[in-house]
């Protein structure tokens, strides 16, 4: 298969949508019920993540589910840096692929953020644009020697990288592992020469990848690692360049992509960190969408220029570690599954999803919006609450939650 047609002309479509009527089937009344309680399509006024306003009534409450960690979305710095990028450009965009041209602005991004996290920058709209480019080129053998990679894709990955399955089956054997399961990623090591694994670093729903056991299947078998560290950059690291970044390097066996939108603090945009430059110039050139699409628009790069800039001061070494102790003072009130583990996500685990949408509806009465999480988004007889901890919280906020989430837990709604 040609590099340039990236082995798409026989997709089908994802697996998850070729049985889709029994899929909706057995969604779609949580969701229904959760638009019958007013929790989804809500429309607001935002005076920060901690206030937000539904216009019509006048209701206001605390966003527990914002996943901008540090706060940085309502940063009059970024905000201002959003403001000059467009004042500078006075325009959003050369509307062009960026293969082709690229504003200088974009260019200086790439080499502030390539200093910041020690990498190679290749920056995209949305981490899912980068991962449609990236994974068939990954699974076609084009990004390390030795030709396609069996590409194993953990049971628990974003449904960003899960959607590209069938794509990748078009240039080889896909697999899907057990979460977190080495000894089974390393028995496919062991009976294939070329793999790659694709996963989180810290996953949306609670948990981490096992990054020093995968550091040893790396050393051992030149395995492949593919991470998507959304939910671990800015809140880790000297300079925020995350949770997988602390713990390993960018090599030409390591590629870590990451939302700009969370942690950092710009509301769109992301990178994908590289090893090496040819793969950065093999990607801008052939990696489908990352190429032939538009890229961050200037405001977003205004922003996530400032942003890159608070992340050299000390700032963010203070704001990391506010963050880190609302986590711990959260964990200490109200232990939870993954209490303890430094990371942001929590689940309240509740099993049913009408009960989940009932708990989460009676906490937005009384002023926290806290998503209810079901089947499909989780395991079946898994559903519950998911919440993000944030610098920006009081801790008598995240008092008055905990009291709250064990008042109507307690409550047997």
Not at 393 to 400: H, K
């Amino acid at each position: 298969m040609s590099i340039e047609t990236h082995g798409i002309q026989n997709w089908q479509g994802p697996r998850k949508y070729r049985n889709s009527e029994k899929l909706l089937a057995s969604s779609d009344p949580y969701w229904q019920a959760a638009a019958d309680h007013g929790l989804i399509d809500i429309h607001v006024e935002a005076e920060s993540n901690n206030r937000l306003i539904v216009r019509e009534t006048g209701h206001e409450f605390i966003n527990m589910c914002s996943c901008s960690y540090l706060g940085l979305n309502y940063h009059p710095k970024v905000v201002q840096g959003a403001i000059d990028a467009l004042e500078e450009a006075r325009s959003l965009g050369l509307s062009l692929a960026n293969t082709r041209i690229r504003h200088d602005l974009l260019f200086r991004l790439e080499e502030e953020l390539g200093e910041l996290f020690g990498a190679f920058i290749l920056p995209g709209v949305t981490c899912s644009v980068l991962t449609a480019g990236i994974l068939p080129l990954l699974a076609s053998g084009h990004l390390a020697p030795g030709g396609p990679r069996v590409m194993v894709f953990d049971r628990m990955c974003h449904f960003s990288m899960a959607y590209v399955k069938p794509i990748c089956a078009d240039e080889t054997l896909v697999l899907t592992s057990p979460h977190n399961d080495l000894d089974y990623l390393e028995d496919v090591c062991r009976r294939y020469p070329n793999v790659a694994y694709v996963a989180d670093g810290a996953y949306s729903m609670g948990g981490a990848a096992a990054l020093d056991g995968l550091r040893d299947l790396q050393e051992r078998y030149g395995l492949f690692l593919y991470l998507d560290d959304s939910h671990g950059l800015s809140i880790f690291g000297e300079h925020g360049e995350g949770y997988v970044r602390s713990h390993l390097g960018v090599d030409p066996l390591t590629i870590i992509v990451a939302t700009l939108s969370k942690g950092f603090g710009c509301g769109s945009g992301a990178v994908a960190m590289l090893g090496d430059r040819r793969a950065q110039s093999l990607l801008m050139r052939h990696a489908g969408p990352v190429g032939w699409s538009s890229n961050m628009e200037i405001p977003i790069v205004g922003a996530a220029l400032a942003s890159a800039a608070l992340h050299r001061s000390p700032e963010l070494g203070d704001l990391q570690r506010r963050h880190q102790s609302n986590i711990d003072y959260f964990d200490e009130l109200f232990p939870t599954a993954h209490a303890g583990n430094g990371l942001p996500v929590r689940r309240i685990d509740v099993g049913d999803g009408d009960r989940a949408v009932k708990l989460s509806a009676e906490l937005y009465r009384r002023g926290y919006y806290s998503s209810a999480v079901f089947f499909p988004i989780v395991p079946r007889g898994e559903a519950g609450l998911r919440i993000m901890l944030r610098a920006d919280l009081g801790r008598e906020q995240i008092a008055a939650f905990v009291e709250d989430v064990k008042d109507v837990t307690g409550a047997g709604l």
